[in-house]
């Protein structure tokens, strides 16, 4: 496996059963390992030394989705909070995971099913054709929504000639069987501030590259986002194989909030990337000076909870923008 990698994204919940089931009836994911953690370095790496938590992984395609729900958290410690009702897509805090479909309506259809208020839950007005006059992204059919505890989801269906390979291996020929009209994750999708510190962040501190970069306009993003005025530069940063990371610079409309400044994991805006790297010493190093923060107390060893996470040392940290990261050692 090429480095750096994500090996899942992820994020917190209050009814994991619940969570599980909305992804795996509606979108088709796979339930995968339960992990039960009793405290130990891994609740200290979150920055919840001695709770417990439950973790849920749930593949879809070749890539993993993990939740993360706190049972009990060590006494005098906040509840968690749930995202602010009125969370648009330009607050700092935003993030979502990009689903690619190979049929818009078809990967629609069970979401109706499995949630009869999903018109409800909607971000995007409509699903939205992105205009021909935008190079990188002509063609391409998106749609935002919520889940039922509000994190952000959106659905993406390519034209042939967009995309990566995988995305069009997948279909042609297709294979037998078939899959459902959800593929897989493309990318996690982050809000940010500044473009140039975070690019400074994920390219010359983890050694994502630069796939790509445009600004984005007009009434289709405009209904995309469910924002008026919208203008967003957006930078696309990958890794040799598989899933990335998209960073949304919303430079219209103004007035994006930043992260809380005490985000906890039992809050449901945490969500958190897990990231596979060469090495943590460096990036320990080097993380304020490119404007990250640490969250753990430098690289915890995880001992025997190693199993668990498939790997024997790791490290959490925040972006600038205060987005949560946990790197693991090859």
Request: with cysteine; charged share 20%; glycine share 10%.
């Amino acid at each position: 496996m090429s480095l750096p990698h994500i090996e899942s994204i992820g994020f917190s919940c209050s009814d994991l059963e619940a969570s599980s089931r909305f992804f795996r009836q509606g979108l088709g994911f796979v339930e995968g390992e339960s992990l039960l953690i009793e405290g130990g370095p891994y609740a200290a790496l979150l920055g919840l030394p001695g709770a417990v938590l439950r973790l849920q992984r749930l593949r879809i395609g070749a890539e993993t989705l993990e939740l993360t729900q706190v049972l009990e958290a060590a006494a005098g410690t906040r509840p968690g909070r749930p995202l602010p009702e009125d969370s648009r897509s330009n607050d700092h805090w935003f993030q979502h995971i990009c689903l690619v479909v190979t049929d818009m309506e078809q990967a629609l259809a069970p979401l109706a099913a499995v949630r009869p208020s999903c018109a409800a839950d909607a971000i995007s007005s409509a699903p939205q054709r992105l205009p021909d006059w935008n190079p990188g992204a002509a063609g391409i059919i998106a749609y935002k929504f919520r889940d039922p505890e509000d994190h952000p989801l959106e659905l993406l269906q390519f034209p042939p000639d967009e995309g990566d390979s995988r995305w069009h291996a997948a279909t042609d020929p297709a294979p037998d069987p078939a899959p459902g009209p959800v593929l897989g994750i493309d990318h996690s999708a982050i809000g940010i501030a500044d473009t140039e510190a975070s690019r400074r962040f994920y390219s010359d501190l983890l050694r994502l590259r630069l796939g790509g970069e445009g600004v984005n306009s007009g009434p289709e993003q405009e209904g995309l986002d469910g924002l008026a005025g919208v203008q967003v530069r957006i930078s696309s940063l990958r890794c040799p194989e598989g899933a990335g990371l998209e960073c949304l610079d919303y430079r219209q409309p103004t007035g994006g909030r930043p992260m809380p400044a005490d985000l906890g994991p039992q809050d449901r805006a945490h969500w958190q990337v897990r990231l596979r790297v060469a090495a943590l010493e460096p990036i320990a190093a080097g993380a304020e000076a490119a404007g990250g923060r640490l969250i753990s107390a430098g690289i915890v060893e995880l001992g025997e909870q190693a199993p668990l996470i498939g790997a024997r040392r790791a490290l959490q940290l925040a972006d600038p923008d205060g987005h949560r990261l946990q790197l693991i050692e090859a």
